[in-house]
């Protein structure tokens, strides 16, 4: 793959998560079979099945960690809040 294309993946990947958390919502589990490439080259980030509204609660005593944990940012495995980041 060309370093061009990745790096506009990559930002088209970074936007779509940035409305995401501009809406209040947080994923929870970006990974790479959690992007779809379109006919038109375009990558969609899919499956907010884990997806929590940044003002939840995050674990309830009767949840676990929810997640890949290979992709899980830091403060989703720890006991830390896991907010949005806006630009």
């Known amino acids: 793959m060309a370093a061009a294309r990745a790096v506009r993946w990559g930002l088209e990947l970074a ?9 209040g919502v947080v994923h929870r589990d970006v990974k790479p079979s959690n992007v779809l490439i379109g006919h038109d080259d375009r990558p969609r980030l899919v499956d907010f099945g884990l997806a929590l509204l940044a003002d939840a609660s995050r674990l309830s005593a009767s949840e676990a960690f929810r997640g890949t944990p290979y992709y899980a940012a830091p403060e989703q495995k720890g006991a ?3 907010p949005p980041q806006g630009p």
């Open 80 to 82: 830390g809040p896991c």
């Open 15 to 23: 936007r779509a998560l940035a409305c995401a958390h501009a809406a």
